[in-house]
């Protein structure tokens, strides 16, 4: 009932900055938080930052915290994730989720953007 559509995703040198989008459409009534994620090849999905639907608060992972922006601009249905200082560790697939109120869960998840960072 909610599609999440990423974009944003490429190739850039470590140091570097990228912006990734999620578009959100359908049902959003129950919407509770939004989040991004990432995974890279061979280790478990983890949370990169989140944020509530109200746009209230947020949450990031240690290590992020300093160089990741999570924001949501309400009027476009769309969830941003603004990277600075970018390292090479931070190449993953990333992924837009939501957690809605009913499924107590992130539930709904987009297809996936490639971001990868060179030395």
């Known amino acids: 009932q909610v599609q999440l559509v990423e974009s944003g995703g490429g190739l850039v040198q470590a140091g570097g900055s990228l912006r990734l989008s999620c578009g959100v459409s359908g049902r959003t009534f129950s919407m509770y938080e939004m989040g991004w994620f990432r995974q890279a090849p061979g280790k478990e999905r983890q949370l990169v930052a989140a944020?509530?639907?109200?746009?209230?608060?947020?949450h990031y992972a240690d290590s992020v915290k300093g160089r990741f922006t999570i924001s949501k601009d309400h009027a476009k249905n769309t969830v941003y994730l603004q990277m600075n200082s970018l390292k090479p560790e931070d190449t993953a697939v990333y992924y837009c989720?939501?957690?809605?109120?009913?499924?107590?869960?992130?539930?709904?998840w987009g297809q996936g953007t490639q971001v990868t960072v060179s030395s």
């Open positions: 989720a939501a957690y809605s109120t009913p499924s107590r869960g992130y539930d709904n």
């Open positions: 944020i509530s639907w109200s746009g209230g608060s947020t």
